[in-house]
């Protein structure tokens, strides 16, 4: 199995048990230039250890209801013929590179984070090819999310995905970090660090 079949059949499973449609990988564009400063993020704070807030492009020119720390030579960008936006340095190409984080609006909604959770814990129990070694209700910045750690997969096609799903007005937005497990073990920290960052914004 390539690395496109092993992302897309993990974001099957996490699209089966939360309802959403799957998140299609595409092969990797042709490289696109570097953003310009409308579509890359504006910088709303600085922090320390190399990171700074930045807030996300919204629709009707309105920000978006989340911000997010990221690395400070990191880039926000949108990538024409894919959905969503995608957050890592630069030079890391949409869709497979490892390092970068997916922020996709999902068309289901997060009324109940708990229940969404007992809803993951059973189809874990009940699919052997996939599992959920880490499933619990998270806060942050006052808003419950759902976090979620999907493995699937064996030996060297292994694979592990990282999920922060949060809620919007009628649907859910998810930010998603991908990776080998290998490489998943090596990014996990930076991974945690940038999804729990997440905060409403004021």
Do not use: C
């Amino acid at each position: 199995m390539n690395r496109r079949s092993r992302t897309s059949s993990l974001s099957l499973a996490l699209a089966a048990v939360l309802a959403l449609p799957a998140l299609a990988v595409p092969p990797p564009p042709t490289p696109a230039p570097p953003p310009s400063a409308d579509s890359s993020g504006r910088a709303v704070s600085g922090d320390a250890a190399g990171y700074h807030r930045v807030e996300l492009p919204g629709g009707n020119g309105k920000p978006f209801p989340y911000s997010i720390e990221i690395p400070v030579d990191w880039q926000v960008r949108q990538v024409k013929s894919l959905p969503g936006l995608w957050l890592g340095p630069v030079g890391a190409e949409p869709p497979g590179d490892p390092r970068l984080i997916y922020v996709r609006i999902s068309p289901a909604s997060l009324t109940d984070p708990a229940a969404t959770v007992q809803a993951i814990r059973r189809s874990d129990e009940a699919d052997a090819t996939w599992s959920a070694p880490l499933l619990e209700v998270k806060e942050v910045g006052g808003v419950k999310g759902v976090l979620v750690r999907m493995d699937s997969g064996e030996g060297d096609k292994a694979r592990s995905t990282l999920t922060l799903k949060l809620p919007l007005a009628k649907t859910s937005v998810d930010f998603m970090a991908s990776a080998s497990r290998a490489q998943f073990e090596q990014l996990r920290t930076s991974y945690e660090r940038i999804l729990l960052s997440v905060q409403p914004v004021k």
